[in-house]
């Protein structure tokens, strides 16, 4: 008989699944993550040329130790953000802080392995997204026009 997997909260995990629990414990935290980022997945953004782009972030995310621990980073595909002018969009949350918190980025479909690795582990080490690529950040004030 096969031995049953069990996650970081000590939840029975589903076949096929790294982490999600058979049976959903209201009493139990969702696992902590430090940084969420979440890729546009819709027709128009078209971020998915050959891998999707969130399976790479979390492969790149794995290779640089931000899958477990105070670092780990969330990547979440997402529908339609409505920002379509912007052609390849990702929002960037921080758990707990401020300095990468909210942070809106277009045009990631350009962005290649390098610049996906240099960019993560600027957020690692918790350095100013916003100040680091001015020019792949959205401006709320561009948002709202």
Known sequence: MKEAKINAMGSEVVDGFAC???????????????????????????????????????????????????????????KCFGACRYKGVGLLYENGGTTNNGVWLKKIHKWDDGQWREFLTAVKNGESIRCRYPDDIIAMEEMDG
């Open 20 to 78: 999600k629990p058979k049976v959903k414990d209201p009493d139990k935290p969702m696992m902590f993550y430090r940084y969420h980022i979440l890729i546009c997945d819709g027709d128009r953004c078209d971020c998915n040329a050959k891998k999707a782009l969130s399976d790479k972030l979390r492969d790149l995310a794995k290779e640089l130790k931000m899958d477990k621990g105070a670092n780990r980073i969330k990547v979440t595909k997402t």
